[in-house]
């Protein structure tokens, strides 16, 4: 199973259809006083010292609005925000203003491949996980035949997890969150793991789950995957949605943006004096 | 390809959340939390048995120093007490035990609490789970060291004969107080040790001056030959306050008896043990808001 033909998604008519995310002027803060691995130590100065409040907004005023059957696209250049929406959407951080309104099973497959627990067994780890995902214990063991076939681990599946390559603890991650159906599917650069055979695997997987579930928010730096699966992309710079609309048009405004970046970039260099050819990014 | 559970066959994620900016008030996030726990009481069970398993907690070998770290330590405190003190005291060996037991289980459990959060940073970031699961599993799971550690009480008893009695059936209240306390100490410090890496080092020496304050290896009435208590009463209210003088002297009557004057195991102050029990459910509820009202920031700071 490695072409997979995926039709393109039919254009949704938003109105009057029921939302499956919803967010209202959203902002998420940081503080950076605890940002840090902090102390006792160190803290009682902080706090007792200046109150200098450091606040940063990794995200501000977001307001958007994901339909069923629609699958959103989040773009923009790295620390824009982007995987901070998705742990606010998945409920793993609550926002510091606005509001966040989801109706439906979220499942996030942020980050992959990082098993549950290096000292317990795989198959220790499947249960785990499907405890953590809050499947039911005989649906978990039911599912633990055909994920163990499905990450290939072979006799190592009852072997605890450290001892497994970087590839075998992705697949079996990858195994273990697709597990499940979701209503909403958020996805953060799940395709950037595991050798060429798995990807491919595990590409048409995610595709699959893409079709099964009702709301899909994929955050990539694959513009391919935009345009081709995507039937709205919004474009995130510095925690605000500059813009939102067809893929193709964010995307090019993306590239645009990028570009312009890329130029200022390489005109402050030359104003500094120096070599731009240290400076110029590849 | 993988066959799939359609996520709406699970029964312990809601379907549907709704986050607002602002605080909650400290009822409602109680109220939360006991949902939290109750909810997800089979992810509690999952994360114990996988501790027990990962320490190989679930045989007698993996409690191995479950057996041995009491016997060596009352070792330690019968040498020092008895020869370099040079005090005697008949059955010291019991007695100092019965204490030295419940201390450590209580020490271990709130020194795993305190890591519980922290060491799971990954997965907080990953998935959403309330988080209130990971002190419970924690100090659930020293219940079982804690059990293991009965065998060399056992051991014990048998030179100690005379000492057995039916009062021995009050163990597992006392310890069932013992329980709630800690759960309460263990949000306190699951949550704190978040923002405070460094929580771990003031915590073993606040621990290691409550055990030498508290009276397990004297009893309280030996306080009362001490000048510095005739002359101020109140200090010898301020320490009966301490919730592990009202737990040792507790298993100091029912498995050794009492000192002063010397006699068989008796009756635990039951009445102590029920204020005890009241208080440890206050602060329980206080460990909770502490707790909940730190959790959205867990995400941020791991």
Request: charged letters at 15%; hydrophobic letters at 45%.
């Given at each position: 199973m490695t072409a997979v033909a995926v039709d393109e998604p039919p254009p949704i008519a938003r109105d009057g259809r029921p939302h499956a995310i919803r967010t209202e002027d959203l902002g998420v803060k940081y503080d950076l006083r605890f940002t840090k691995k902090t102390t006792i130590s160190r803290s009682l100065g902080d706090i007792l010292g200046r109150g200098s409040k450091k606040d940063f907004w990794a995200l501000k005023g977001v307001s958007l609005k994901v339909v069923h059957g629609e699958s959103l696209a989040v773009i923009g250049p790295n620390g824009a925000g982007k995987s901070?929406?998705?742990?606010?959407?998945?409920?793993?951080?609550?926002?510091?203003?606005?509001?966040?309104?989801?109706?439906?099973?979220?499942?996030?497959?942020?980050?992959?491949?990082?098993?549950?627990?290096?000292?317990?067994?795989?198959?220790?780890?499947?249960?785990l996980g499907g405890a953590f995902l809050g499947l039911d214990d005989h649906v978990t063991r039911e599912l633990m035949p055909s994920i163990v076939e499905y990450a290939d681990l072979?006799?190592?599946?009852?072997?605890?997890?450290?001892?497994?390559?970087?590839?075998?603890?992705?697949?079996?991650?990858?195994?273990?969150?697709?597990s499940v159906n979701p209503d909403i599917l958020l996805l953060d650069e799940v395709l950037a793991t595991g050798d060429a055979t798995f990807r491919e695997k595990s590409k048409a997987r995610v595709i699959e789950i893409v079709k099964a579930a009702k709301a899909v928010v994929l955050v990539t730096h694959d513009m391919s995957w935009v345009t081709e699966?995507?039937?709205?992309?919004?474009?995130?710079?510095?925690?605000?949605v500059v813009a939102e609309g067809e893929p193709a048009d964010v995307v090019e405004l993306h590239r645009v943006h990028t570009e312009e970046a890329k130029a200022a970039k390489l005109a402050a260099a030359k104003a500094a004096g120096l070599d731009s050819a240290v400076i110029a990014p590849r | 390809m993988i066959p799939y559970a359609a996520?709406?066959?699970?029964?312990?994620?809601?379907?549907?959340?709704?986050?607002?900016?602002?605080?909650?008030?400290?009822i409602s996030l109680v109220r939360e939390g006991i949902t939290d726990i109750r909810s997800r009481q089979r992810l509690v069970r999952y994360l114990t048995t996988a501790d027990m398993h990962k320490r190989g907690a679930d045989t007698l070998l993996g409690n191995i120093w479950w057996v041995l770290d009491p016997l060596l330590q009352m070792l330690v405190y019968l040498i020092f007490v008895t020869i370099i003190t040079n005090q005697q005291v008949p059955g010291y060996p019991l007695f100092i035990f019965a204490a030295i037991l419940p201390w450590k289980w209580f020490t271990a459990s709130v020194g795993d609490a305190a890591t519980s959060v922290v060491s799971q940073g990954n997965l907080i970031k990953q998935i959403?789970?309330?988080?209130?699961?990971?002190?419970?599993?924690?100090?659930?799971s020293g219940v079982v060291g804690f059990a293991f550690g009965l065998i060399p009480l056992l051991g014990l008893m048998v030179f100690f004969q005379d000492r057995?009695?039916?009062?021995?059936?009050?163990?597992?209240?006392?310890?069932?107080?013992?329980?709630?306390?800690t759960i309460g100490i263990a949000f306190l410090v699951a949550a704190g040790n978040v923002f405070f890496r460094d929580l771990g080092n003031v915590l073993r020496h606040v621990l290691r001056l409550w055990w030498f304050l508290s009276p397990g290896l004297y009893s309280l009435s030996k306080l009362d030959s001490l000048g510095i208590f005739q002359a101020h009463p109140a200090l010898k209210t301020i320490l009966m306050l301490n919730p592990f003088a009202v737990l040792f002297e507790a298993y100091h009557a029912v498995i050794y008896g009492t000192t002063n004057p010397p006699g068989p195991p008796t009756m635990p102050n039951l009445l102590s043990l029920g204020i005890l029990f009241v208080v440890s459910l206050f602060l329980i509820a206080f460990g909770t808001y502490v707790f909940k009202r730190l959790e959205p920031n867990f995400a941020k700071v791991l």
């Open positions: 901070t929406l998705l742990q606010v959407l998945a409920g793993i951080i609550k926002p510091s203003a606005g509001v966040v309104d989801v109706r439906g099973h979220v499942s996030g497959l942020l980050t992959l491949g990082a098993g549950f627990d290096t000292e317990l067994s795989g198959r220790d780890n499947i249960l072979g006799e190592f599946i009852d072997t605890p997890l450290k001892t497994y390559s970087s590839g075998m603890r992705a697949r079996l991650g990858f195994a273990i969150a697709t699966y995507c039937n709205r992309a919004i474009l995130i710079e510095h925690g605000r | 996520m709406s066959a699970t029964t312990e994620v809601p379907g549907a959340f709704r986050h607002a900016a602002g605080e909650q008030g400290p959403a789970f309330p988080k209130l699961v990971l002190p419970v599993s924690a100090v659930t057995i009695s039916p009062y021995l059936l009050f163990l597992p209240v006392i310890a069932a107080v013992q329980f709630v306390f």
